[in-house]
């Protein structure tokens, strides 16, 4: 295999002079239809250019869209926005999270706010009197 690769590598280089034979008839056909291709050829020999493109990109994340809505929130809370402008910048889904999340929960590894405890009031029913409401008479 190897030897018919080198044997490859030996005729093409063989034919160099005579491919460049070639290119110099086309320079000198001022009428020939390839003769931009054969000058392009022979400057990109001589000089070539650098033909791809490079593209670097620098990204730094610095919170989490997560921790983001929660600083929004907070600062919404102070500023004493209503509860419909801030469900509707922070996304209905997620206010419920970090609405809990805010309120005393923390936001579970799954994403979700924790499930609240259900609460017990203990204690009589008070029903006031006739004769206790002033705003009766």
């Known amino acids: ?18 491919a460049i034979k070639v290119l110099k008839e086309i320079l000198d056909d001022k009428g020939h239809k390839d003769r931009l291709k054969a000058a392009r050829t022979v400057l990109e020999r001589i000089d070539p250019a650098f033909l791809g493109v490079q593209h670097q990109h620098h990204v ?8 983001t809505a929660l600083r929004m929130l907070r600062v919404m809370r102070e ?8 469900r509707e910048r922070i996304g209905v889904n997620l206010f419920e999270q970090i609405t809990a999340a805010l309120d005393g929960g923390a936001v579970n590894g799954n994403g979700k706010a924790p499930e609240a405890e259900p609460l017990m009031i203990e204690g009589a029913v008070v029903v006031a009197e006739s004769g206790d409401d002033p705003d009766e008479e």
């Open 79 to 86: 500023l004493r926005v209503p509860i419909e402008v801030q």
């Open 1 to 18: 295999m190897r030897a018919i690769e080198q044997e490859s590598k030996r005729l093409v280089r063989a034919l160099g002079p005579q």
């Open 60 to 67: 730094e994340v610095a919170e989490s869209g997560v921790e």
